[in-house]
């Protein structure tokens, strides 16, 4: 079955988007962070070629350039916009490029080309991740790292959002929030290949304000363990770094 998904239709709400996504540039997000110490002792110091897909406006392409210089980065995102806003915003680094692009078109281009690959927050925003993990580990040599919603049982959660007060919200549901079982999707990968799936369960250490109650956007919430709950709308984001070895 084609999953192909065009998560952000045309030119609505294009502005908010970009927006949105310029807050990682000016402030490094804790996710990101956790990610920066997982794949540091891969790529620092090391002349690789690293795939940024689903690049969004490539702050992850920016953020890790500079622990490895040597290496070149690639990002691809099917948003032409979003490229845009990336090539502004990452001219200054020499070693990254990026150019419009499906993720599930790039096994015929692709093939085994890249040492390392990032997929940074996007397969919960997927109809289903099968398709794009099969494009990841077509194209990826050794290493995969990857962020989304996963709860530890046996049961995928198919979760959708309709935000009334974005362009793309007026026309019906706009967005996925989906949360995968690790279990089911370890055994995917694994039966595609992988020699070994780590999880890390990310937990947050500071506290982050709510949005306004109509806009989707993750705040925390501190439990009476102390630690911190992060929720989006009404969802519970319960987020894994996974690292894929090939």
């Known amino acids: 079955m084609d999953r192909r998904y065009t998560y952000f239709k045309g030119d609505k709400d294009k ?26 002792p891969i790529i ?21 350039s500079e622990l490895s210089p040597r290496s070149t980065f690639l990002g691809i995102d099917q948003t032409p ?4 806003e990336a090539k502004k915003l990452c001219s200054d680094r020499k070693n990254v490029s990026f150019e419009v692009a499906d993720i599930y078109d790039l096994p015929s281009k692709y093939q085994k ?39 530890d049982g046996d049961i ?36 595609l290949g992988a020699e070994n799936v780590k999880p890390y369960d990310f937990e947050i250490d500071i ?3 709510r949005p306004p109650t109509d806009q989707m956007g993750t705040y925390t919430v501190t439990l009476k363990n102390g630690k911190r709950l992060q929720i989006s709308g009404a969802i519970a984001m319960s987020w894994k770094i996974i690292r894929i070895d090939l």
Request: glycine content about 4%; some cysteine.
């Open 15 to 40: 502005e908010f988007h970009i927006a949105s996504m310029k807050k990682y540039f000016t402030e490094k997000q804790e996710i990101d962070k956790f990610l920066e110490r997982l794949i540091t």
């Open 44 to 64: 620092k110091s090391k002349e690789l070629k690293i795939l940024d897909a689903c690049c969004g406006i490539g702050h992850i392409s920016y953020l890790l």
């Open 81 to 84: 916009y979003l490229i845009e």
């Open 113 to 151: 080309t890249f040492d390392v690959c990032i997929n940074w927050k996007t397969i919960s925003w997927l109809p289903y991740y099968d398709q794009c993990i099969k494009s990841l580990v077509a194209v990826t040599k050794k290493h995969i790292f990857l962020s989304s919603l996963f709860y």
């Open 207 to 209: 506290d982050i304000p």
């Open 156 to 191: 995928d959660f198919e979760i959708k959002v309709r935000e009334f007060k974005k362009e793309s919200g007026k026309e019906g549901f706009n967005a996925f929030y989906n949360v995968y079982s690790f279990p089911h999707f370890e055994r995917f990968v694994y039966e």
